[in-house]
């Protein structure tokens, strides 16, 4: 297993809204891909944010956007598509849309509208 399965999202949701913010994004957009992709309300990942909830955990109770396929190209050098683990998968298709925010990509063209 790998050690990114049981951290807990709230470890690493700063970095995702740190990285956007630095780019001139929001943590308000940083919310809302995670609302797209997840299928979590505002409330729903508070409550995971507070409750220390595990990447395991997050996207096991996730409803992932049917429109994930879409989500396309790398993150740290290997290609989304491409990886083979579903849970190590759904990280990367987060880390990626995080990617495309923080590089300036419209938040429609993000949200894969």
């Not at 290997?78 to 579903?86: H, L, R």
Request: net charge negative.
């Amino acid at each position: 297993m790998h050690r990114i399965f049981t951290t807990s999202v709230a470890s690493v949701y700063p970095h995702y809204v740190a990285k956007a913010e630095r780019k001139g994004r929001t943590r308000e957009e940083v919310d809302e891909v995670i609302e797209w992709l997840t299928g979590f309300d505002a409330a729903q990942l508070q409550a995971h944010l507070d409750a220390g909830t595990t990447f395991e955990e997050f996207f096991a109770a996730a409803r992932l956007n049917p429109r994930v396929d879409q989500i396309t190209g790398s993150v740290c050098g290997v290609k989304v598509q491409e990886v083979e683990d579903p849970l190590m998968r759904q990280i990367r298709y987060l880390d990626k849309l995080v990617d495309e925010l923080a590089k300036g990509r419209p938040l429609e063209k993000v949200l894969r509208h």
